[in-house]
């Protein structure tokens, strides 16, 4: 019997996991059955089960996927942040990140990533090897922005006395909002995240109303 390639097998992970996460796309996790999998795939049930021992592996895997290619997006994003206006460079990372993501994922409709991702930080509620993995990234990207909140703080064009990591969760804070309203209500873009940034970010003392 002819041997069967590494790559033959990578191919065929491969398109079980990209299966399963139209599935989960549209349906959600829990609504999603395995033999929605294999109708998807075209694979019989055993040949995923090579792979996969059951819907929870592949919930785990397609969230690390995830993680990782918004991890990616962040940090490829930020490279080319240097000193543009943070507002554009905010909304900038997100839209491509999101934008992105969602092609690579063969998303369906608008926010279809955004509503994978939502999924996703629920399901770290109860499986702590995703809590594990969601921790890890987090800590990269803190460190990716960080690194961009100081080149901002050093030209002042942030202020120093502000402890960077504070910044830094602000504006992560922000992204998983933003995140988050895509998902739910679908009116969210990029233009409107930028726009009131750059209006909360040019507030001065004379703009604001007194005191009650």
């Keep these: 019997m002819a041997r069967v390639s590494q790559a033959h097998l990578d191919a065929r992970r491969r398109q079980i996991l990209d299966g399963a996460r139209r599935c989960f796309t549209r349906n959600g996790f829990h609504a999603t059955s395995m033999q929605d999998v294999?109708?998807?795939t075209g694979l019989s049930s055993g040949a995923v089960y090579r792979y996969f021992r059951g819907k929870d592996e592949l919930i785990t895997a397609v969230a690390e996927e995830a993680f990782e290619w918004m991890r990616e997006a962040f940090e490829s994003a930020t490279r080319d942040a240097p000193l543009r206006p943070?507002?554009?460079?905010?909304?900038?990372?997100?839209?491509?990140?999101?934008?992105?993501?969602?092609?690579?994922?063969?998303?369906?409709?608008?926010?279809?990533?955004a509503e994978l991702i939502v999924q996703v930080w629920s399901e770290t509620l109860r499986s702590e090897?995703?809590?594990?993995?969601?921790?890890?990234?987090?800590?990269?990207?803190?460190?990716?922005w960080g690194g961009v909140v100081v080149t901002y703080q050093e030209a002042g064009?942030?202020?120093?006395?502000?402890?960077?990591?504070h910044v830094v969760?602000?504006?992560?804070?922000?992204?998983?909002?933003?995140?988050?309203?895509?998902?739910?209500?679908?009116?969210?873009?990029?233009?409107?995240?930028?726009?009131?940034?750059?209006?909360l970010m040019t507030a001065t003392d004379g703009d604001r109303p007194p005191r009650a």
């Design 38 to 40: 294999f109708q998807e």
């Design 86 to 113: 943070l507002d554009e460079v905010v909304a900038g990372v997100l839209s491509r990140a999101l934008d992105e993501q969602a092609r690579r994922a063969g998303a369906e409709r608008p926010g279809a990533f």
């Design 129 to 144: 090897a995703l809590a594990v993995t969601l921790n890890t990234g987090y800590e990269r990207m803190r460190e990716t």
């Design 157 to 165: 064009l942030l202020r120093a006395d502000v402890p960077t990591d």
């Design 169 to 199: 969760r602000t504006l992560m804070a922000l992204a998983q909002g933003f995140i988050v309203q895509r998902a739910l209500f679908k009116d969210a873009d990029s233009e409107m995240l930028r726009n009131g940034l750059r209006a």
